[in-house]
C-alpha cells in the first residue's frame, strides 16, 4: 500500500488561532477586491463594463509605445492596452464611453496600426463589443447566480448535516470565493465571465473535501460521544487528510494541465481553478471545522447554562 | 457471477454501445445513406469560440416601427384630406402614439372625426381641443396594437435578416429571438464578420425623393416640407470623405417595398458596377408617372437618409427598371442588392452585443485545449496507477467510460462544446477519480481493520456512497445554475459539468464496483491490489 501520508496526529485545530488569522487576512484582500470591483479600479473584463475589446496579431513584434502611438493618430483617444503572453498579439480595450459605433471596432482599431505603421500585417484574433444594457443584464444575472448556488448549497448541506454544518460549509465556501477574488485582484487579472464560472465550480467543487471531513466527524461524534469535541475534530481531519489531498491533487493536475497546455483563452480561467482546488482543502480542514467547532462549543456552553439557570432560580 | 452484476455489465455495456453509435456523426462527417434513416444524426457542434464566427445580439428599436406605422397614417390621412378638400393646417406624429391633426373649423373637425372612426377603426379618438381658433383631432394608437406592431416588426426583422444571412451564404447560422425585442445571430466560420455585421445591422429603407430646387442647404431656412439630407463620396485613392448636403422632399415618392428585384451590374462604359432594381407593377406605375412629372428635375435615391445619387431625371421611365449608382465597389454593390432584394427592416436595429473569433484563435483553442486535456488524463491515469496499483487502473478504466458517456451524450443532445466546455471535461477527469479515492481510501481503512478484501469493499462502497451522493449534489447544484444563467462559451461549461457530474455519480458507484465484484466475488482473494 502506497501512502502519501502515514498515520498523522496533528493539531489541526489547536492552530486555528493562527489560521483564523491568514483566512482573515486571504478574505479582507478579497472583500477589498470585490470594493474595487464595484468602484471600477479593478481590471475588469468589458463583459461587465461594456465596451470594445478587439485582439490583434501582428506579424512582428510591435512595442507598447508604437502601438499606443498608432491608436493616438488614429483618432482613437481612450485605450487601455494589455499585452498577451502568447506571440505578437495585443489586447485593445475601448471603454464604454469612446464614441466608436458598436460593430465597427474590428475595423477601425486595425486600420490606425495599418495606417500607423504600412507593411504591418494585422490579423484580427477575436472582437468583443458590449452594449452597456448586456453588461448590466450579465452583471445581475451574475450576482443572481452567485446568490442562488449560495443558497442552494446552504440549504442542501443544512438539510443533509445541521445549521451549523451548513454554517461551516457556507463560510468556507465564501472564504475560497474570497481567496480567488484575491489572487485575481493580487496578480492583475483580468476579471470577466470565466472568472465567475471558475468562482462558481470552485464553490461546488470545494465542497467535496468539506463534506468528506464534516461526513467523518459526523461519524466519530455518534460513535465516541463522551470524548472532547476538540479530540474528535482533530482525529477525524487526521484520518481523512490523506483522501483530502489526493482527491484535490487528481483534480489540481488536471488542472495544471489546463494551466501549462490550455491555451492563452483558458489560461486565467485554470489559475482561478488552481487557487479554488488549493484553497479547498486548506480551507475545509482550518475553516469549515474550526468553524463547526466553535458552534458547537458555544451550543454546549448555553446549553449548559442554560439548563443551570432554573437550578439558581 | 455475483448476484446481480449480469444486469449491471449488460447496463454498461449498453451505455458504451449507445455512446459509440451516438459519438459515430460526430467523428465521421459523411455518414453512408443507410446511416441516416434509422440511426442517431446529431453531433456535438463546436462552439463559435473553437471553429471561429461571430454572435451577434441585436435590438430591433420597436418603438421606430410604431412611429413609422403612424407616420404612414399621418401620409394617408394627408392625402384623404386632400382628396376630400378638406382644408387642414397640419397633419404628424405627435409622442410615440398618437397622430394630431389640426384643422381651422368645427365642422372640418367633425368631418375628419367622422372619416377616421370610418378609416381608421382600430384607434382610440381623442375628443377635440379648440385652441386659438384651431381645432385639433387625434387619434392614438390602441395599447394592444402598439405592442403587436412591435411584437411583429421583431418576427418581421427576424425574417429579413435570415433572409440576407441565407443571401450572404453562411453555412449553419443560428437566427434566434431572444426575450422581448432581441435577435441573435451567430455565424459560425465566417470569413469577413465586419461585412456581415454591416449587412444584418442595415435597415436598408430604400427611398425616391424629390429634390427640393432653388433652397440652399447651408443657409437659410428650409421649408417645413423638406430636409436636409447628406450624399457621401469617398475618394477612391485616398480614402478622405466629402459631404455634399442636398434639400429634399421629405415625403418619399417611391420606397422600396415596391422593389422586386436587385441585381448587380457593370457598368460598360466606366466599368463601374451598380445595381439595377425592378419594380413590382404598382412600383412601375408610380415610377413612370413620377418621371413624366418631374422631367428635367432632379430627383434622390436615398438608403437610410443617406443620398446615394440625385440624377436628373432627362425623360419619363417606363418598364419599371431603375439603377442605382454611386462610389461602388463589387462587394458594396453585390451586399446593397442582398439588402435591397431581402428587403428593409421594419425598424432599425442596435447591436448591443458582438463576440467575433477569428478562425486562427479558434484553431489554436482546440488544439490547445485537446492537448492539455491528454495530458491531464495522463496524468492522472499515471498517478492513480501508481498510488493505487489495480484497483486504480479500475479507477482509470470508470475515467475512460465517463469520457465516453459523456461525449455520447453530448453528441445525442446535439449540444455544443466550447473552450471552456472542454476545461469541464478535463476538471471532470480529475473529479471522476476522485470519488474513486474516496471510495479506494474507505476500503484500505477498512483492511486495515483486518477485514477481508471483499467485506472492506462492501464497507469501502456503504460508507462512501453518502459522502459521494454529497459532493456530487452540490457540484450540480452550481452547475446547474451556471447553465441557467449562463451564455455561450460558460453554457457550454455548464453542459459539460452537469451532464459529467450526473454521468459520474452513475460510473463511480455502478461502473467501478461491478468489477471489484467481479475479481472479489468468490471470497477466497487474499490480498487486494490497493
Not at chain 1, 495606417?115 to 484580427?124: D, I, M, S, Y
Not at chain 1, 481523512?240 to 482527491?247: A, D, E, F, P, Y
Request: charged share 20%.
Amino acid at each position: 500500500m502506497m501512502e502519501l501520508l502515514g498515520k498523522t496526529n496533528i493539531d489541526f485545530i489547536g492552530k486555528r488561532n493562527i489560521s483564523f488569522v491568514i483566512s482573515s487576512i486571504i478574505s479582507i484582500i478579497g472583500i477589498i477586491a470585490i470594493i474595487q470591483m464595484a468602484r471600477g479600479v479593478a481590471n475588469m473584463g468589458i463583459d461587465f463594463t461594456g465596451g470594445t475589446s478587439v485582439q490583434l496579431m501582428f506579424d512582428k513584434p510591435l512595442a507598447l509605445a508604437d502601438a499606443r502611438k498608432a491608436l493616438h493618430s488614429g483618432g482613437i483617444a481612450e485605450f487601455e492596452l494589455q499585452e498577451v503572453k502568447e506571440g505578437n498579439k495585443l489586447l485593445v480595450k475601448l471603454p464604454r464611453k469612446s464614441a466608436l459605433a458598436v460593430g465597427k471596432a474590428a475595423e477601425i482599431v486595425p486600420a490606425a496600426f495599418v495606417k500607423a505603421q504600412p507593411g504591418l500585417k494585422v490579423t484580427v484574433d477575436s472582437t468583443t463589443e458590449i452594449g452597456p444594457s448586456i453588461g448590466e443584464k450579465l452583471r445581475k444575472d451574475t450576482i443572481i447566480a452567485v446568490a442562488i448556488s449560495m443558497l442552494g448549497i446552504i440549504c442542501y448541506i443544512a438539510w443533509r448535516f445541521d445549521f451549523k454544518f451548513g454554517i461551516g460549509a457556507v463560510v468556507a465556501t465564501l472564504h475560497d470565493v474570497l481567496a480567488m477574488f484575491a489572487a485575481y485582484y493580487l496578480t492583475g487579472r483580468e476579471f470577466n465571465l470565466l472568472f465567475i464560472t471558475a468562482v462558481l465550480t470552485i464553490a461546488g467543487y470545494s465542497l467535496t473535501d468539506t463534506v468528506v471531513v464534516f461526513d467523518r466527524i459526523r461519524e466519530n461524534l455518534h460513535k465516541d460521544l463522551k470524548g472532547s469535541l476538540h479530540k474528535i475534530f482533530n482525529t477525524s481531519i487526521n484520518e481523512v487528510l490523506s483522501r483530502s489531498i489526493i482527491t484535490s491533487l487528481t483534480t489540481f493536475l488536471s488542472a495544471i494541465a489546463l494551466f501549462v497546455w490550455g491555451g492563452e483563452v483558458i489560461h486565467d480561467f485554470s489559475f482561478a481553478l488552481l487557487v479554488g482546488i488549493v484553497v479547498g482543502v486548506y480551507s475545509s480542514v482550518y475553516v469549515a471545522s474550526p468553524v463547526v467547532l466553535l458552534l458547537e462549543q458555544r451550543a454546549m456552553n448555553k446549553g449548559e447554562s442554560g439548563a443551570a439557570q432554573p437550578v439558581k432560580a | 457471477m455475483p448476484k446481480g452484476a449480469g444486469w449491471r455489465i449488460a447496463l454498461i455495456a449498453a451505455f458504451v454501445v449507445l455512446s459509440c453509435i451516438y459519438l459515430v456523426p460526430t467523428l465521421s462527417p459523411n455518414l453512408p445513406e443507410w446511416w441516416k434513416g434509422m440511426l442517431p444524426k446529431d453531433k456535438i457542434h463546436l462552439g463559435l469560440d473553437l471553429q471561429g464566427g461571430t454572435h451577434l445580439v441585436l435590438e430591433v428599436e420597436t418603438a421606430k416601427a410604431v412611429e413609422g406605422t403612424l407616420d404612414l397614417v399621418a401620409t394617408d390621412l394627408e392625402d384623404t384630406l386632400n382628396s376630400k378638400n378638406l382644408r387642414f393646417k397640419r397633419i404628424s406624429r405627435t409622442g410615440s402614439d398618437k397622430v394630431s391633426i389640426v384643422v381651422y373649423e368645427k365642422d372640418t373637425a367633425a368631418a375628419v372625426q367622422k372619416l377616421i372612426k370610418d378609416k381608421y377603426r382600430d384607434y382610440e379618438i381623442i375628443p377635440t381641443v379648440e385652441e386659438g381658433g384651431m381645432v385639433g383631432v387625434a387619434l392614438r394608437m390602441k395599447e394592444q396594437d402598439i405592442q403587436d406592431r412591435k411584437d411583429k416588426a421583431v418576427a418581421q426583422a427576424l425574417e429579413t435578416i435570415r433572409n440576407r444571412i441565407d443571401q450572404f451564404g453562411v453555412s449553419e447560422p443560428v437566427i434566434a429571438r431572444q426575450g422581448i425585442n432581441q435577435i441573435v445571430v451567430q455565424l459560425p466560420g465566417i470569413k469577413d464578420p465586419q461585412r456581415a455585421i454591416d449587412l444584418i445591422g442595415r435597415t436598408a429603407r430604400l427611398e425616391f425623393k424629390m429634390v427640393k430646387e432653388g433652397v440652399s442647404p447651408t443657409g437659410g431656412a428650409i421649408p417645413e416640407d423638406s430636409e436636409v439630407l447628406y450624399e457621401k463620396h469617398t475618394d477612391p485613392t485616398t480614402g478622405a470623405t466629402t459631404e455634399i448636403p442636398l434639400v429634399v422632399l421629405k415625403k418619399a415618392l417611391i420606397t422600396g417595398d415596391l422593389l422586386t428585384d436587385a441585381q448587380v451590374r457593370i457598368d460598360s462604359q466606366f466599368n463601374q458596377p451598380y445595381v439595377g432594381i425592378e419594380f413590382n407593377s404598382l412600383g412601375a406605375r408610380l415610377f413612370d408617372q413620377v418621371t413624366a412629372a418631374n422631367v428635367n428635375k432632379r430627383f434622390a435615391i436615398v438608403l437610410d437618409r443617406n443620398v446615394y445619387s440625385a440624377p436628373v431625371i432627362r425623360e419619363r421611365i417606363s418598364g419599371g427598371s431603375a439603377q442605382i449608382s454611386g462610389n461602388f465597389t463589387e462587394k458594396t454593390a453585390s451586399d446593397l442588392a442582398i439588402v435591397l432584394r431581402a428587403g428593409a427592416l421594419p425598424a432599425p436595429v442596435k447591436i448591443i452585443q458582438n463576440v467575433t473569433v477569428g478562425a486562427s484563435l479558434g484553431k489554436d483553442s482546440i488544439d490547445k485545449g485537446l492537448m492539455a486535456g491528454g495530458i491531464g488524463v495522463a496524468l492522472v491515469i499515471i498517478f492513480m496507477a501508481i498510488y493505487y496499483k489495480l484497483s486504480g487502473m479500475v479507477a482509470n478504466l470508470g475515467m475512460v467510460l465517463n469520457i465516453l458517456y459523456l461525449m455520447g451524450a453530448m453528441s445525442a443532445l446535439g449540444a455544443t462544446l466550447t473552450l471552456p466546455g472542454i476545461a469541464a471535461i478535463v476538471l471532470l477527469v480529475g473529479m471522476s477519480v476522485d470519488s474513486n479515492v474516496i471510495i479506494f481510501e474507505r476500503i484500505r481503512e477498512e483492511l486495515r481493520l483486518g477485514k477481508s478484501p471483499k467485506s472492506a469493499l462492501e464497507a469501502g462502497y456503504d460508507k462512501a456512497f453518502l459522502t459521494i451522493m454529497d459532493s456530487h449534489v452540490t457540484a450540480l447544484i452550481t452547475a446547474a445554475v451556471l447553465f441557467q444563467f449562463g451564455t455561450g462559451p460558460v453554457k457550454g461549461f455548464a453542459v459539460s459539468l452537469s451532464l459529467g457530474i450526473m454521468i459520474n455519480l452513475f460510473t463511480s458507484l455502478m461502473g467501478t464496483k461491478v468489477i471489484f465484484d467481479l475479481f472479489l466475488h468468490k471470497g477466497n482473494v487474499k490480498k487486494m491490489s490497493i
